[in-house]
């Protein structure tokens, strides 16, 4: 399927990039904020596998190449200026390189952060192999 | 409250802003995705009303300043590497701009954007006064 349509109404920035964030399609979480180039919107959508661009990197990070940890698209949403995406996703296992289920384990309160999810993997156990 | 701590904690990028995600508390909702710099951090993290800044107007903006819709101060969580915030609101009224509760009412289907939410308020209601 042609999704030019889609990927033109996206307004990336000036390093060619958008930002995403990913919530689980069924409970709502939202479990981490990621970047995306055209080429990964389109992969994305093609495959109906998330794959981001890691700006660490300088590359498509499909997500769960190295944990395991990979992301189904359910839907891929747009905001009203196109400068913004919102997947919904079926999460495998957990999305933050953590271990923990979401990126945003860290509250503010008291004037400090604290911590408020643990992790449910090790991060040795996600990234140990290969 | 002193809050040093916490802002430390963040990672603002070269232009001293950072994406920050609203989700509506109790719902789930996303609602949209802004920017913010450390001022206007501090400043929602110490009135409890969620300040963000316009990369268009290149200042501060308290949401609902012109709309009315404000966004009460729930939760401020950052992520893992301190480069993305997700706010817990309470939305009053819309979100978005063009009066729909959130910004992400188009969604990619058969390879268009599809609208899947209308306007529950006219966009000239929320902007039409002063």
């Not at 042609?2 to 958008?18: S, T």
């Not at 990070?61 to 395991?68: D, L, T, V």
């Not at 999460?91 to 390189?97: D, F, I, M, Y």
Request: glycine share 10%; hydrophobic share 40%; with cysteine.
């Amino acid at each position: 399927m042609n999704h030019d349509a889609i990927l033109d109404a996206i307004a990336f920035d000036g390093q060619g990039l958008v930002p995403a964030i990913a919530q689980q399609h069924d409970t709502g979480e939202v479990l981490m904020l990621a970047w995306m180039n055209r080429a990964a919107v389109a992969e994305t959508l093609s495959k109906g596998r998330v794959c981001y661009f890691s700006r660490s990197r300088n590359r498509l990070w499909r997500k769960g190449e190295s944990s395991g940890q990979a992301q189904r698209l359910v839907e891929l949403r747009v905001d009203c200026d196109g400068d913004a995406l919102l997947l919904l996703v079926d999460q495998q296992g957990v999305a933050c390189h953590t271990g923990r289920r979401d990126c945003f384990f860290r509250a503010a309160r008291d004037g400090a952060l604290e911590e408020i999810a643990g992790p449910l993997v090790a991060p040795e156990a996600l990234y140990g192999h290969d």
